[in-house]
């Protein structure tokens, strides 16, 4: 488990910088403009020798009310409830508002041990603003500049008391359970993706039984992708909530950039990803680039149509999704299809086993006795064609690796093999070897198999 540091303050004081430093990545999106943060974001933090968890959070708002501010102020409550310490930052540079102070008056009274970071601190035109936020009553107000990597010495000597705590308590605890057998704990990282208001966050809280992402009728709530540790029947998942992706003519800002940006990358790093369709608005054109874009990828895909509750004619619904995917995405045959109401919760227990069988499926390899004695009986029922009267031949295959799987077949002419022809291989590898809805690879190349004599 470890340390764990929440960053808090009131909108635009450089909160997702010092994420960014302190994580080492551009995680969070950074942008002028206030409130660009919305949910909280984790990382894992590295300042010295000191390794702890970091939550990026909403810009603090005088709200309580079921606003959409109002709701990103509770998601930085639930963050300072898991937090150990917090670090209250305050712009030096614009001195102390009257929202700092309202806070600060706040933060005294939370059980909970509160750094105070005068962020922006870079020169001496904030020194004024650093020494003003004594009065916050928040203890010495270190000088910090996020955009510079100043002043990270101070935070270390701030921060490694309650490190070492909680370090102690840990190595106390592993010494009472060392009997415990250990388990490979490698998470599987599972995205949510698709057009705005689909119902991302929604689908994420239901699964994971709490309010943990903000949502709400709003269009583009979620801005950054939003990684949240779940387990599900004892394996480790991050689940990973995605902002919504438009049309690249309709996205006009640099933050829809950055947030359509954010989301591709989370589609690269992730193993499985589900594409959330809205159940009245099915497989528009967007929803199939988006498809496209995860096939490309590799990554294994599941289609969920969400509000399903809200379906009339739902066998007629169902038989058009599966036509359209049929003929739109024919490169990936037999896509998994999971209907279900993110909002009342029908149906969405049959998400994880999908999700779980489908990335066993991404994994699966073939043993190459099995893939040869396949081929064989492949290319004896419909031989290769010939090319300048000699017939093109296909000597050998191997599976040269998983998550995709990957294969190679070592072909006498691999430029003058037809496509139709690798599609006949492609379409019946997936039949003969069950693996529906998963990108293939298969590549060609000229090479003498060793074991075979001409």
């Not at 909403?58 to 937090?83: C, K, W």
């Not at 388990?183 to 991302?200: F, H, M, W």
């Not at 999700?355 to 099995?370: E, F, G, K």
């Not at 031949?393 to 496509?419: C, E, G, N, W």
Request: net charge negative; proline share 6%; with cysteine.
């Amino acid at each position: 488990m470890g340390l764990t540091v929440a960053i808090l303050g009131r909108p635009n004081v450089g909160k997702s910088t010092i994420f960014n430093r302190l994580v080492g990545k551009r995680l969070a999106i950074v942008d002028d403009t206030p409130g660009v943060t919305r949910d909280r974001r984790e990382g894992q933090a590295n300042l010295g020798d000191l390794d702890f968890t970091i939550i990026d959070t909403a810009g603090l708002e005088d709200s309580y009310d079921d606003s959409l501010e109002g709701r990103m102020r509770e998601q930085t409550d639930m963050a300072l409830e898991i937090a150990d310490v917090a670090l209250m930052v305050v712009d030096a540079r614009a001195g102390v508002t009257p929202l700092d102070q309202f806070f600060a008056k706040w933060l005294r009274g939370v059980n909970i041990p509160i750094v105070l970071l005068a962020n922006k601190c870079e020169g001496f035109a904030a020194e004024d603003g650093r020494l003003e936020a004594y009065k916050l009553g928040l203890g010495d107000p270190l000088p910090f500049s996020a955009e510079h990597g100043e002043g990270m010495s101070d935070l270390y000597d701030a921060l490694q008391p309650f490190y070492d705590e909680i370090k102690a308590a840990e190595a106390k605890q592993m010494e009472e359970s060392n009997d415990e057998e250990e388990e490979d704990n490698t998470p599987l990282q599972l995205a949510i993706v698709g057009r705005p208001n689909v119902g991302k966050s929604t689908l994420i809280n239901r699964l994971i039984g709490q309010e943990r992402l903000l949502t709400g009728p709003e269009a583009g709530v979620t801005r950054d992708a939003i990684g949240v540790n779940w387990q599900y029947k004892g394996r480790p998942i991050k689940i990973i909530d995605t902002a919504g992706l438009r049309k690249k003519a309709k996205v006009t800002t640099k933050l829809e950039n950055l947030s359509a940006a954010d989301t591709l990358r989370s589609i690269r790093y992730a193993q499985v990803v589900v594409l959330l369709l809205d159940a009245n608005d099915m497989l528009e054109k967007q929803d199939l680039t988006i498809a496209r874009n995860v096939i490309n990828e590799g990554r294994a895909l599941i289609i969920v149509a969400n509000k399903w509750d809200a379906v009339e004619n739902r066998e007629e619904a169902l038989g058009k999704l599966r036509d359209r995917l049929q003929t739109s995405l024919p490169q990936v045959k037999g896509i998994p299809i999971v209907t279900l109401s993110a909002l009342t919760g029908r149906s969405t227990d049959k998400l994880l086993p999908t999700v779980m069988r489908t990335y066993d499926l991404w994994n699966q390899r073939i043993p190459t006795a099995r893939l040869n004695d396949w081929l064989e009986a492949m290319t004896e029922s419909h031989p290769p064609p010939q090319v300048s009267g000699r017939r093109i031949k296909i000597r050998y295959m191997t599976q040269a690796k998983t998550r995709p799987p990957t294969f190679i077949l070592f072909v006498s002419k691999p430029d003058d093999l037809p496509d139709s022809y690798i599609r006949y291989l492609m379409n019946a590898l997936r039949d003969d070897f069950n693996l529906p809805g998963i990108p293939l690879r298969l590549e060609m190349r000229k090479r003498k198999n060793p074991y075979v004599n001409d």
